[in-house]
């Protein structure tokens, strides 16, 4: 599947009521969301449709992922940082939550 890249703030849902993914949009085209407003969707004229509608920035893969590197690169430093003395690496985990994932875009 061919995908395409672009960067736009969620709003949720505006004054109009419009939200920002609305359902329809889900059902002409795939979206999935990542850290940095990074959204992929399907390449295809809907989603063309949702990047005009939103003003999105369309950015390369190699850009967006880019983006999403250097944030989840940002919360594992501050994750490795925030250490106790004393503390196990269970006890972290249940204080923190686990070390945040790498992510690769599809």
Do not use: C
């Amino acid at each position: 599947m061919a995908y395409k890249y672009s960067v736009k703030e969620n709003w949720g849902k505006n004054a109009n009521n419009d939200s920002f993914i609305r359902h329809e949009d889900r059902m002409q085209f795939t979206i999935e969301g990542f850290p940095g407003n990074v959204w992929v969707t399907g390449d295809n004229v809907y989603a063309d449709r949702w990047i005009a509608r939103h003003s999105a920035t369309v950015k390369t893969k190699d850009q967006a992922q880019t983006i999403v590197t250097d944030i989840i690169d940002a919360l594992q430093d501050t994750w490795d940082n925030d250490d106790v003395d004393g503390e196990s690496s269970a006890e972290k985990i249940t204080r923190l939550g686990s070390k945040p994932a790498d992510i690769t875009l599809p």
